[in-house]
């Protein structure tokens, strides 16, 4: 693909301001200054997964406050809303559908370049069979002693004996928990 990463004067396109990527390490010279924009093209593909990373945890963070919002929304049941009210969060909720929308191109660019970077590192379906005319070598297992065996069994014995005092624990708070929210019900 020769599509590149969108850029703008200030970083990353879509990204917000507290997000802005920071250059890889010795891409920037000593002085502090910004590298020049053919340095920036040749990004690792490590730091482009950086990235992704970022996008992702946006994407997650816009996705959260899109259900907090739908979640503050009362529904409309006979109660009359202010108007305002209403049009400020359809406007809150259509920006950050907007942004969502934005970030998952962003991932997808971001994908796509990694994937065209380390297209040489992929290995080929081929390198993966096992080899051919190659004898198996056939390991010979001796029978356990007598008492690894016992051991065995005694082990065995301990962890079904624990798995039954955990499921009886376990049957007892369920009890105790039905108990405590019946009591809550009976109290309202």
């Given amino acids: 693909m020769a ?11 879509g990204m917000p301001p507290q997000h802005q990527p920071h250059p890889p390490p010795g891409a920037a010279s000593a002085t502090g200054q910004q590298p020049p924009q053919g340095a920036l093209r040749e990004i690792s593909p490590v730091f482009l997964c950086r ?3 970022e996008t992702v945890q946006d994407i997650v963070t816009r996705t959260m406050e899109i259900f907090q919002i739908t979640r503050a929304t009362q529904l409309p049941n006979g109660v ?25 191109r962003k991932l997808r660019l971001l994908y796509e370049r990694c994937v065209e970077m380390t297209s040489d ?4 379906s081929s390198e993966l069979l096992p080899y051919v005319g190659e004898e198996l070598v056939t390991v010979k297992v001796e029978p356990c002693s ?7 069994r005694e082990v065995l014995e ?5 798995n039954q005092e955990m499921k009886v624990l376990m ?15 009976h109290r309202k």
């Fill in 3 to 13: 599509a590149s990463l969108p850029q703008k004067a200030g970083g990353m396109a």
């Fill in 51 to 53: 990235i992704g990373q």
């Fill in 80 to 104: 009359t809303q202010s108007q305002a009210m209403y049009q400020d969060r359809f406007g809150k909720l259509q920006e950050h559908l907007r942004q969502l929308a934005l970030l998952f």
């Fill in 121 to 124: 590192l992929q290995e080929e």
């Fill in 146 to 152: 007598s008492a690894v065996n016992q051991e065995r």
């Fill in 158 to 162: 301990k962890v079904r004996q624990k």
């Fill in 171 to 185: 049957d007892q708070m369920r009890n105790l928990l039905w108990d405590v929210n019946a009591m809550l019900t």
